[in-house]
């Protein structure tokens, strides 16, 4: 395992950041780490990091105690918090080589091949406190990366991004994961685009973990109906069709609400008997949906 958290709790006075807190991330993995404001993402980061020590409880990353091994551990991994943290009174490339000097990288060429990656090129001799926020985020991104690390913790990574700079980011998590192996957590509060990216989740409230595994795991552990949601040239007669409850939708679209996921390729072919399908959309079992159901049952508990 590259990162172990094993019955980690951290108080501020008399709250728990985080309590009893566990779960792994495996070699190469891709986990998204997702909870309300609040919940105990950015102090677990920052212990990872060795930033924040646990007032109880085990903490490894690349089998190494970020406490008392703190730089062996910062030389194995990359940081990119929703600020970024560089200084605005250096330019962009200027911030690249004051950290490369401080990782103790030496090639030279690692900051401006950064800044090409990350569409920064044409900036790299203006002030970092004058770049807007999303070239802030991907310059802070390619710090991250400098040292080529092989673990990378990410909070909040295509907050203020545009659309291109969301698809950038991505794809270069996704390039690296499985290109080089890179082992991600990734914080954010953006679900569906964790969905495209992410093999593994845990979803913590209050400090604690709610639940943990893959997205068809988590859907497991909360079951509920399932929309379909179906492009069909078909006309709806009322509030049903062959007893299934349906309804029209402004867009033309039909929505259907069946009990569970294995019941939707019976209700294409039979809609398909009696219309032509252009297309079909599931709701309900997506990450946003079984995240909140499975916050709803923390709650009720």
Do not use: W
């Not at 000097?101 to 800044?115: K, Q, T």
């Not at 040292?147 to 291109?164: F, H, R, V």
């Amino acid at each position: 395992m590259m990162i172990q958290i094993k019955d980690v709790t951290k108080r501020y006075g008399e709250q728990r950041a985080v309590d009893a807190l566990s779960f792994n991330v495996a070699r190469g993995e891709i986990l998204g780490l997702i909870g309300p404001n609040g919940a105990g993402k950015t102090t677990t980061i920052r212990m990872l990091c060795g930033v924040v020590k646990p007032d109880s409880g085990q903490v490894r990353v690349a089998g190494l105690d970020p406490q008392s091994q703190g730089d062996e551990v910062r030389s194995q991994i990359g940081v990119l918090t929703e600020t970024a943290e560089l200084y605005s009174n250096l330019s962009g490339i200027e911030n690249l080589r004051f950290f490369a000097e401080l990782y103790g990288i030496d090639d030279p060429r690692r900051p401006h091949e950064l800044m090409e990656e990350f569409g920064l090129a044409d900036h790299k001799d203006k002030k970092a406190g004058a770049y807007s926020t999303g070239m802030k985020k991907r310059l802070g991104l390619a710090k991250a990366l400098l040292a080529n690390p092989p673990i990378l913790l990410l909070d909040e990574p295509t907050s203020g991004l545009d659309p291109a700079g969301i698809a950038m980011v991505l794809d270069e998590i996704e390039r690296l994961n499985s290109q080089k192996g890179v082992t991600v957590v990734l914080c954010s509060h953006v679900l569906h685009q964790l969905e495209t990216v992410c093999q593994r989740y845990v979803i913590i409230d209050r400090g604690r973990t709610v639940a943990q595994g893959t997205l068809p795991e988590l859907a497991e552990k909360c079951p509920g109906p399932t929309i379909v949601e179906v492009d069909a040239d078909y006309i709806l007669d009322g509030e049903a069709y062959r007893g299934i409850p349906a309804r029209p939708l402004p867009v033309g679209d039909i929505q259907f609400t069946v009990s569970s996921r294995n019941e939707v390729p019976k209700l294409i072919r039979q809609l398909s008997q009696d219309a032509d399908v252009y297309s079909v959309k599931l709701k309900g079992h997506d990450l946003e949906s079984v995240y909140f159901r499975l916050l709803e049952g923390e709650k009720d508990e």
